[in-house]
């Protein structure tokens, strides 16, 4: 079956997010909020393709998203496009789809694209189209405070090997739950933090007085724009089509205070927490 494709450029992108078409999908291409997240894109061009949408028979059964950002090299500022989401409908899963519309963006962002924190499985589909080249990984070990030894093996296990499964995980998380009851982190009397909600003045004023040498060097604009725009809600309005796509978040953002010097911000740390992942 052959994939017909239809691309959303940002000048279209809210017509589309408004239009009967985009509120009768099955699975939305893109939540309303982060939509309006990508219109409001300091690095964003009326002509940027954001917007992938692949069709079978006139039913939507892939997409694939963009936005714009920047990076600096040697010198040189890069404009290129971010992977940004992307999905196969499952009853056509391993027909190539999604390489497909990938490769469509590549092409059309002048083979400028990039991708970080992706799931194992979508790793792999973009390494293996040989269109990407590792800049950086973390190496490490991941560990797991609660335990659930069931994901470590195939789904289709038999009753007895589930029971079993389920009797070590709850011994584990025993043990970890009476380890947490008497441990006490040692406090740091040099530090202090409170919470906002937002980075406020003092926190930029230090971002321009301390400049850090980094490929993407994000300023004022570019924090407003991501904490002033968030891609999923913290409002879980079960009748907005964002629902079909996303869960709600609560954001924490922290700032470290030094008590022995003047004190002033030092940084900020982004907590995100996604209700219901």
């Keep these: 079956m052959t994939l017909q494709i239809k691309k959303i450029r940002i000048k279209e992108l809210e017509n589309f997010v408004n239009s009967k078409e985009f509120q009768n999908y099955e699975v939305v291409p893109i ?29 939507l059964i892939a997409f694939r998203s963009l936005f ?5 090299s040697d010198g040189q500022l890069i404009r290129f496009g971010w992977c940004s989401g992307n999905w196969v409908h499952k009853q056509h899963r391993r027909f190539g789809y999604s390489e497909q519309l990938l490769r469509e963006a590549y092409k059309d962002w002048n083979k400028k694209l990039l991708f970080t924190n992706y799931a194992p499985n979508s790793e792999k589909l973009y390494l293996k189209t040989g269109l990407f080249q590792a800049i950086h990984q973390f190496e490490g070990v991941r560990a797991y405070l609660h335990a659930k030894t069931a994901k470590f093996f195939p789904t289709k296990i038999n009753p007895l090997t589930k029971l079993l499964f389920n009797v070590i995980d709850f011994f584990i998380g025993l043990i970890v739950r ?5 441990y006490h982190t040692k406090k740091d009397y040099k530090l202090s933090f409170i919470e906002t909600e ?6 930029f004023e230090f971002l321009k007085s301390n400049p850090v040498n ?4 994000r300023n004022e604009t570019e924090l407003k724009w991501i904490f002033e725009h968030p891609w999923i809600s913290q409002q879980n309005n079960d009748e907005s089509p964002a629902t079909r796509f996303h ?3 609560t954001i924490f953002i922290t700032k470290p205070y030094s008590l022995s010097e003047k004190i002033k911000c030092s940084a900020s740390l982004f907590s995100p927490f996604a209700k219901g992942i």
Excluded at 45 to 56: A, M, N, R, S
Excluded at 68 to 72: K, P
Aim: charged letters at 20%; one cysteine or more.
């Design 68 to 72: 714009a950002d920047t990076l600096n």
């Design 247 to 249: 869960p709600s978040l």
């Design 214 to 217: 980094s490929v993407f060097n």
């Design 198 to 203: 937002k980075p406020d003045e003092t926190c």
């Design 178 to 182: 009476l380890i947490t009851a008497f």
């Design 31 to 59: 939540s309303p909020i982060r939509a309006q997240s990508y219109l409001a894109n300091p690095h964003a061009k009326p002509e940027d393709i954001v917007l992938y949408l692949g069709f079978i028979d006139n039913k």
